[in-house]
């Protein structure tokens, strides 16, 4: 999406830490900005934050009726929304076989169904609009390559990047287009943030993660956020920020050609066009519903 100005974002995920710094870097661009978040007591100060800039709505992104009234609300306010930024998330956990089920749960609808939710409802909406329009998720590194005693996370962030691919699919050819991110580390209150919003939601009290430094010595948000503002602006797909991942990603996805190796091999080899062309009839039927 090239052009930003004049046009309505609204940011999930927007209180505080990456959400605001990529809303702030969006109302630079001449964007009307709304910001969405379940802490609305952090929502109010980040409005006085941004100096009045933005418009902020109360979002539960685990709820499909919080996300129509938001919606419905922002475009009220701001007008149609052209940018959908999915940026709240949660993170936090344990090794398999010492985590808690509802924990687990509860990051899977934050950072997976919450997403889906936001899209499923503006999609329609975004294909009526006669101009551009974008979906950016922040995704993780952790949804490429799994990292031990985080399976909640990983297993929520593979997912958003599974979704992600199949919006890109989908809208290839569209005015919709999708950009997927992969922060690293970013100097946010993100530990602290999602253990207070499980805190509330679950009987887990909030204890320390081990990962508090990590973050503290992460990447400024500024700074992330005008990387995923000129990555958008440039029509990227994939927006990678944060380098030293290189050689666990390539070997996370050699390792799975290494095991596919030669498909001579195999006996049934599956033909793609048949698998495309039925493909192409569910796609065709979800047009006639829409
Ligand atoms: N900070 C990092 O190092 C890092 C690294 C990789 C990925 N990420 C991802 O970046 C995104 C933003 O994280 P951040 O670092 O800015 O942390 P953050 O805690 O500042 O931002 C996340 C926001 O999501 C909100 N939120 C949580 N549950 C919600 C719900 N049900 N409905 C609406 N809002 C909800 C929180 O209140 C919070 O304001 C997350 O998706 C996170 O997984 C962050």
């Not at 390792?255 to 048949?274: P, V």
Request: proline share 3%.
């Amino acid at each position: 999406m090239t052009k930003l100005a004049g046009r309505a974002a609204f940011v999930t995920g927007g209180a505080g830490g990456i959400g605001f710094a990529i809303a702030a870097a969006l109302a630079d661009e001449g964007m009307r900005v709304t910001i969405a978040d379940v802490a609305t007591d952090r929502l109010g100060d980040a409005v006085s934050r941004s100096g009045g800039r933005f418009a902020a709505q109360r979002l539960d992104v685990t709820d499909e009726t919080s996300w129509r009234e938001a919606i419905d609300a922002a475009e009220q306010a701001l007008g149609a929304i052209s940018m959908l930024v999915n940026s709240a998330g949660i993170g936090g956990g344990a090794a398999v076989g010492a985590d808690a089920p509802a924990r687990w749960k509860l990051v899977q609808e934050v950072n997976a169904l919450g997403p889906f939710l936001g899209a499923n409802l503006l999609i329609p909406r975004m294909r009526e609009l006669e101009s551009a329009a974008h979906i950016v998720n922040v995704a993780s590194l952790a949804g490429l390559c799994a990292t031990p005693s985080m399976s909640a996370y990983n297993a929520s962030k593979y997912a958003l990047v599974g979704l992600t691919d199949t919006l890109r699919g989908e809208l290839a050819g569209s005015n919709i287009g999708v950009s997927l991110v992969y922060p690293g580390t970013v100097r946010t209150d993100f530990i602290a943030n999602a253990q207070n919003i499980i805190a509330d939601r679950t009987n887990i009290a909030p204890r320390p993660s081990g990962t508090e430094n990590l973050l503290a010595k992460g990447m400024a948000p500024e700074e992330f956020a005008r990387l995923v503002v000129a990555g958008v602006k440039a029509g990227d797909y994939h927006i990678f920020t944060h380098g030293g991942w290189g050689a666990r990603l390539a070997a996370h996805f050699d390792d799975r050609m290494a095991a596919y190796g030669d498909e001579s091999r195999f006996e049934g080899g599956q033909d793609l066009t048949e698998l495309d062309r039925a493909i192409g009839a569910i796609m065709d039927q979800s047009a006639n519903r829409a």
